[in-house]
């Protein structure tokens, strides 16, 4: 039975324009984007709004990405919401740390295409984007 609502998604990123870029990607029609300008606000709006997805940017200004991750995997309300990381850390370490070790469900860095991010929440909500 396919799913007729809307999935809905926090996006933790500090700069807007990413957050608007993202949302416009995104099929404003099938999806609920909300974003979060901090690790702290995306905490609360996660357990706020129990989103489908969460999209975590690393670098943020209160507390890092992996801080929010481990918040998140340690609190049984929020662990099982799968994990888009949108990040510009592009070095082996940083893509070993978060496929490998962190095991985020998708690790994707900036500069993506709109394609690349479409394919991702698609696999990650086993929907066609």
Known sequence: M?????YRIVYIEDDQDMVDLVSMILD???FDL???ADGNQGLALMHE???D???LDLMLPDMGGWAVYQQMKDDASL?????????????????LLGEHIAKVTVYLTKPFSPSELRAAVGSVLSTTT
Do not use: F, K, M, Y
Request: hydrophobic share 40%.
């Open 2 to 6: 396919a799913r007729t609502d809307r």
């Open 28 to 30: 404003a029609e099938r």
């Open 34 to 36: 909300v974003g979060a």
């Open 49 to 51: 709004s129990r989103p």
């Open 53 to 55: 997805l969460l999209l």
């Open 79 to 95: 662990s099982t919401i799968p994990v888009i990381v949108i990040t510009a850390q592009n070095t082996p370490i940083d893509r």
